[in-house]
């Protein structure tokens, strides 16, 4: 425990049981992670939402505790990749995987075991001695047998293809009710050495405000849209900056952002009729970023085509990938 009650933990005052590290969140689009992340941290920093490959860098999310400090690194779905933006994501969850203290591999409880799990855990497998947790997540969505069924043939994959007793542990949790999320705390920390804090106390992430506030706004463009479209739809904040001759008590952060779609015809959709729906996008975006930013917000989103950019080197460059 922290000796001095009511100071923040620093390195210099931290006990000497203090551990902190790395855990990684993995599995397929759509199996929770980003939801688990936010859960575990308190606050929303990884947008998540219904269609797959939501997430498309890593994030870092730190939950602090006493005797802790655990740094979540939360990845994009992995799968096998289409294009030049599936394979550079992949390569990111790689190359993240390698530098973590513990991996939390995920998978739903509500769909079966499939080929996306066992291609994912046989990298996992390729990692050597990191050790591999399992976490069963989304368990409201489902009964408790098929949850006994589902945990299971979590543990039989575990053994088939990672050797020496498979999965280290397996958590079943759901981040959306809130339950179980404590030990998924607990068990990751357990693999976690001995060091003191590597963040400052309060930190909940290390993103840059604009790529925090380009996410809300991505997130916001999702909602709604057909299955084809979320791929395509990429976000950069040209400018963020508080607007001058404000009063103190009552700041404005004005911010401008394109949103970059690969065609024409998806430029109509995210406009909407007569920029319906991108007003509804900027308003939802507005509210969310306000919350974070802790300022009124004036958005100023632009929508422009960017032809083809998940398959083109440059056009992913610009865009940050
Ligand atoms: N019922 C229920 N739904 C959940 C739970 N966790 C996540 N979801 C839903 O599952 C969907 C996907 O969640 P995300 O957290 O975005 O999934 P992800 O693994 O980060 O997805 P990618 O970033 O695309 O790889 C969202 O609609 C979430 O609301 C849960 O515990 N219970
Ligand atoms: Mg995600």
């Not at 990884?46 to 890593?58: E, G, L, N, V, Y």
């Not at 030990?183 to 405000?209: F, H, I, N, Q, W």
């Not at 900027?282 to 032809?307: C, H, N, W």
């Amino acid at each position: 425990m922290n000796p001095l009650e009511n100071e923040p933990l620093t390195p210099e005052n931290a006990p000497a049981d203090f551990r902190a590290g790395f855990a990684s969140f993995v599995g397929r689009p759509n199996a929770g992670k980003s939801t688990l992340t936010n859960a575990l941290v308190g606050t929303k920093i990884a947008i998540t939402s219904s269609k797959p490959q939501t997430t498309r860098h890593t994030i870092r999310g730190i939950v602090h505790r006493p005797d802790h400090q655990l740094v979540l690194v939360d990845t994009p779905g992995l799968h096998r990749p289409r294009t030049l933006l599936g394979q550079r994501l992949n390569d990111l969850v790689e190359a993240t995987l390698s530098e973590v203290d513990v991996v939390g591999f995920c998978t739903p409880a509500d769909e079966p075991i499939g080929p996306g799990d066992r291609f994912i855990v046989q990298q996992l497998a390729l990692l050597g001695r990191t050790p591999i947790i399992a976490l069963v997540t989304k368990t409201d969505k489902v009964g408790k047998e098929k949850l006994g069924e589902h945990l299971l043939s979590v543990a039989k994959l575990g053994e088939e293809l990672l050797g020496e007793g498979g999965f280290k542990e397996i958590v079943p949790v759901s981040a959306v009710a809130g339950h179980q999320v404590e030990s998924v705390d607990e068990v990751l920390s357990r693999y976690l050495p001995l060091s003191p804090p590597l963040y400052p106390a309060g930190e909940l992430t290390d993103e840059p405000e604009t790529v925090l506030v380009a996410e809300l706004i991505r997130e916001a463009a999702l909602e709604g849209v057909r299955d084809e479209l979320p791929h395509s739809l990429a976000v950069v904040v040209e400018e963020m900056s508080a607007r001058e001759d404000r009063p103190e008590d009552n700041p404005l952060t004005d911010i401008h952002a394109f949103l970059y779609v690969e065609r024409p015809s998806q430029k109509a959709i995210v406009i909407g009729k007569g920029g319906a729906r991108l007003r509804d996008v900027g308003s939802r975006a507005r509210a969310s970023i306000e919350k974070i930013l802790g300022t009124k917000v004036y958005l100023d989103l632009r929508v422009k085509v960017a032809k083809e950019w998940q398959r083109d080197p440059k056009q992913l460059g610009r865009l940050g990938f």
